[in-house]
């Protein structure tokens, strides 16, 4: 059984990961840490343990980072509302649950060092706390089985015109992880744009009818109306490609390449520049996801989704 550890800073599409990943029969979920990112550190933390409580997820919540390694904090609050997550239904109720004791890059930090070899680190929000636990204890680089990350793009930026949010929000976290040595799988905008939403797949969960189906509703609506409010345009899916990668890793292509963070470009901090052309002008660093079986990837998805929630 694969054993993992989730980084995430909720988030809608972190909750559906986070839904997928505890469907999963084939992983061993050991923990979640949180860290600030589509909204400030308080309000994914609270999304994180609404999730954990009314969808009976197991894996440990830890709080985490609650700023960048440098510079100032970067929200995507101007497009997902004040708490990260919007919904056109009933909120998501408040929870009574509060985090685990421990800070969450010393609970990475010991997880790494009690299954060495044997931990994927699934990360889907910017890379602060993996960095600082990098930082903090660089022996467990070698430890780290591979990270599996939601991040970055081979073309064109979201958050900016060349960068995503997640590498943009903290891109000093990012260099140290690209860095690190640690093996790489990168999930970047390229990818998440060939499997994309439709007023189609919430209407499926609408149908459902029950109390955890109108929530997942209610916030799936506002989320694929992000590309157009009316619905009309399909809606790119992110985060929750890696938990397809790691349920169906047949679906997908990579390609090696040597990823470089951007750290000072007045328009273009925050970019991935992957050097493909390897190991002739780099080494590689990274794998990074290309392709994707789109329509077969958005079908499974839902099926398990639906299967979850019925």
Known sequence: MRKIWLDT????????TMLLLQADTALDWLGTSVVAGNAPLEATL????RIQQHFALTAPIYAGCERPLMGRSETAQNIL???????TGVPLPATTLVPEGTHAVHALIDAVRRHPGEITIVAIAPLTNIATALAQAPDIAPLIAEIVLMGGSTDQGNHTAAAEFNIYADPEAANRVFRSGVPLRMFGLNLCRQIRIRQTEVQRIQSIGKPRAD?????????????????ALPMPLYDPVVALYLAWPELFQFQSAHVDIELAGTYTRGMTVCEFRVPRRAPPNAEVAMSIDGPRALGLLMDRLAALLS
């Open 81 to 87: 509302g004040v708490q990260g997550m919007r919904s």
């Open 215 to 231: 929530w997942m509703a209610g916030y799936l609506d506002a989320y694929q109306r992000i590309a157009s409010a009316d619905g």
């Open 9 to 16: 800073d909720p988030g809608f599409d972190d909750w559906l």
């Open 46 to 49: 609270d999304n994180a343990l």
